[in-house]
């Protein structure tokens, strides 16, 4: 049913055969964003909320509930403002040079994170697979930019077929892990835990913030293709749910062994081998699929940001390419430099996408007009020049 309240939602051609947007496919879009090799591998789930021992439990129910909450925000921006420029959702105002710089920092933020994806990918291929990783991540560069190049339907079809793999290997996995392990589970905190996140509560919000920024575009381009925002709310609810119940399960596999937790780069991988060598074989194929998700998700968003013209689709392959240079540096020295910088500079934004919010809510902020709106869905932009 059409919601006279926001602009109809006007496809070309190009979208006939692609299945239509329904919540759980704007749920697994969201998860998929986030489902990174760190969140997927257990690490992320180690260092953020396993090191508090117990506590971690009470920092995971507030990203829970945070995922749930910021996605709902990100629909209800894109829609009432008819929009799903990134920059537009998190600057509260009408202020073109700011939304500029502030769009140009995010995409920078995902452009970090689509190369930090590429170095993980090679470094996988390297370890489990003998292949070079130099190779590793030039072969994922190339399926990332031939899907994200196709625009946001191509990018959506896609994570719509891999993410539910992703998702059920993950958890089947988890819980064939816990069904074996479940009584060494050990709540003691037995390391410090970082400076930048000193205790749960920080350590959330600093996750929180550093994994929304790639969902800033997904979901609010979900709002121009979908003609009821009542999909892409209720898909945000799936798809936080998703998260906040994945996280939650792969912290208590975490700390089953915290030792091996504190000492592996990847602890999913390593208590997937102790079942069976075939199973961590398997879960490094998972483990791919989660790098390519959120490595494709974050390019298509970066590319959002790039001008339109009639070389755009040459200014896309530079960019991957320089993506694929800076992800040699190696996925550990990439994380330790742009992962803290980006997650204190996100609760930035994501303190500005909260007043914007509150100002819309308050009728501060002009609505949308009844007038169509034509989604692009030929190129990577999915509403033209910014």
Request: hydrophobic letters at 50%; aromatic letters at 12%.
């Amino acid at each position: 049913m059409n919601n006279p309240s926001r602009p109809q939602v006007m496809k070309s051609n190009d979208t006939r055969g692609e299945k239509p947007l329904t919540p759980l496919r704007v749920a697994f879009l969201y998860f998929g964003v986030l489902m990174g090799a760190g969140f997927a591998s257990g690490k992320e789930m180690w260092q953020f909320f396993g090191v508090f021992g117990s506590k971690g439990f009470l920092g995971l129910l507030f990203i829970s509930g945070l995922f749930i909450a910021l996605g709902l925000v990100i629909v209800y921006i894109g829609s009432s403002l008819g929009t799903g420029d990134l920059s537009k959702i998190i600057f509260p105002y009408e202020q073109p040079l700011f939304e500029r710089i502030i769009g140009l920092v995010v995409a920078a933020f995902l452009f970090m994170a689509y190369f930090a994806m590429l170095a993980a990918g090679g470094a996988l291929t390297e370890a489990q697979f003998g292949i070079p990783r130099a190779i590793g991540s030039s072969l994922l560069m190339l399926l990332v930019v031939f899907t994200a190049i196709k625009g946001f339907t191509k990018v959506s079809g896609r994570l719509g077929k891999v993410v539910p793999i992703l998702l059920g290997a993950t958890l089947v996995l988890a819980i064939a892990i816990l069904s074996q392990e479940y009584k060494s589970i050990d709540g003691r905190q037995i390391m410090m835990a970082s400076q930048l996140a000193p205790n749960w509560f920080i350590a959330a919000i600093v996750f929180v913030s550093y994994n929304m920024m790639g969902a800033i575009p997904i979901l609010g381009s979900c709002t121009l293709y979908t003609e009821d925002p009542r999909i892409v709310r209720r898909g945000a609810v799936i798809g936080g749910a998703f998260l906040g119940g994945c996280a939650m399960i792969l912290y208590l596999v975490t700390i089953t062994d915290p030792m091996a937790s504190l000492q592996s780069d990847l602890p999913m991988l390593t208590f997937a081998q102790r079942l069976a060598p075939f199973v961590g074989t398997l879960y490094s194929l998972i483990l791919l699929i989660s790098v390519f998700g959120t490595a494709t998700s974050c390019f298509y968003g970066f590319s959002t940001k790039l001008p339109e013209c009639e070389k755009r689709d040459v200014l896309v392959w530079i960019a991957a390419v320089a993506g694929l240079a800076a992800s040699m540096m190696g996925f550990s020295k990439i994380v330790a430099i742009f992962y803290p910088l980006e997650g204190y500079l996100g609760f930035l934004f994501l303190a500005f996408m909260l007043w914007n919010y509150i100002r819309i809510k308050k009728g501060k902020r002009k609505i949308a007009e009844e007038e169509p709106v034509i989604a692009n869905v030929e190129g990577i932009s999915q509403n033209g020049k910014n």
